[in-house]
């Protein structure tokens, strides 16, 4: 199984601010790779594909990179919208695994 | 516009049973690979199932042998028949249509509580 290592649990920034989320995979993806947002009580939306691909309609203050087994996702000049909870997934081989979730909050 | 429907989730006693559905519109839901995904309670997502176009059924390890997804192939509904159910079962199902590898579209889940 891949397990994905997500870091850091929580993180505290303001608006404005420039955030990276880290994602770890225990083997390569060659790039299968998704992010996501989670607003509480809701479903996810999805962010990134294929690791740096820009899903369409989501602002391009968002944007995904990847180095071998790391995978980031990064903000740019946070809206108060993106005080919220982030999960990376990787989609290579089942079973399918999530990040443990980053909680972005208001410093 | 696609739209994916959960429903059956309720309030079931260990060692208990639950079906729950997934009603999908907007695509033709046996022409694509669909999954379910849970949350616990403040935890994060966890992948459930996934049945691809072809039939081929996968499963998370922790549920592995207690549930099994299926699908109607002429109402385009997913299922997912839950045995067995223990307390740590506990969690929002969400069904998600697969696109290209990864769920792109997500229905508003349906919570299962597994409690005496």
């Known amino acids: 199984d891949i397990q994905m290592t997500q870091s850091p649990s929580t993180l505290s920034a303001s608006v404005g601010d420039r955030v990276t989320i880290t994602c770890r995979a225990s083997q390569s993806l060659n790039s299968w790779l998704a992010w996501y947002q989670q607003k509480p009580g809701k479903a996810p939306t999805l962010l990134i594909y294929k690791a740096s691909s820009l899903e369409s309609g989501v602002p391009s203050r968002f944007s995904g990179s990847e180095s071998g087994t790391e995978f980031t996702l990064s903000i740019s000049s946070l809206q108060p919208d993106d005080f919220t909870t982030y999960y990376c997934?990787?989609?290579?081989?089942?079973?399918?695994?999530f990040g443990q979730g980053t909680r972005l909050e208001i410093k | 516009e696609v739209q994916l429907l959960e429903s059956g989730g309720g309030l079931v006693q260990p060692g208990g049973s639950l079906r729950l559905s997934c009603a999908a519109s907007g695509f033709t839901s046996t022409n694509s690979a669909m999954s379910w995904v849970r949350q616990a309670p403040g935890k994060g997502l966890e992948w459930v199932s996934t049945?691809?176009?072809?039939?081929?059924?996968f499963y998370a390890d922790s549920v592995k042998g207690r549930f099994t997804v299926s699908r109607d192939t002429f109402k385009g509904t997913l299922f997912l028949q839950m045995n067995s159910l223990r307390p740590d079962d506990t969690a929002v199902y969400y069904c998600a249509k697969i696109s290209h590898g990864y769920p792109y579209y997500w229905g508003q889940g349906t919570l299962v509580t597994v409690s005496s």
């Open positions: 049945v691809l176009s072809g039939g081929d059924t």
């Open positions: 997934q990787q989609y290579k081989s089942f079973p399918i695994t």
